[in-house]
């Protein structure tokens, strides 16, 4: 089994930064990419950010685009989200994924069905 820890969450001003981190650990046989998505109360899971692990290449969502950059960490299969700038309407759970399956055309990264592995979720609060 492929447990996923999550850590950085927490309350801030609205223009502050924060950085979420990843981590994955147990069997990991394959870890095509990892992502983070959040669901705000009242929504749907929406994704927020990806990564490939093989080339580091990352991909994001049109509206965060600018205020967040998703990249690996020297430690093996961890990754690091750091959000600028951050608005209340960023206010969510935010859940990081793993996708164990082979590569794929990326746009089937963007989507929930994609990801085989979760993590609990870390609060992100934004005050105005």
């Known amino acids: 089994q492929v447990q996923l820890a999550e850590s950085g969450g927490g309350l801030v001003q609205a223009g502050a930064s924060l950085g979420l981190t990843c981590s994955a650990s147990?069997?990991?046989?394959?870890?095509?990419?990892m992502a983070w998505f959040r669901r705000a109360p009242g929504k749907e899971r929406e994704f927020v950010a990806g990564?490939?692990?093989?080339?580091?290449?990352?991909y994001y969502d049109g509206s965060s685009w600018g205020r967040v950059t998703l990249s690996k960490t020297k430690a093996r299969n961890t990754v690091l989200l750091q959000m600028n700038n951050l608005k209340p309407e960023d206010t969510a759970v935010y859940y990081c994924?793993?996708?164990?399956?082979?590569?794929?055309?990326?746009?089937?990264?963007?989507?929930?069905?994609?990801?085989?592995?979760w993590g609990q979720g870390t609060q992100v609060t934004v005050s105005a």
């Open positions: 994924a793993l996708r164990a399956g082979r590569r794929a055309e990326l746009s089937k990264y963007y989507s929930v069905d994609s990801y085989d592995y």
């Open positions: 147990g069997r990991i046989v394959r870890n095509d990419a």
């Open positions: 990564i490939r692990m093989s080339d580091g290449n990352a």
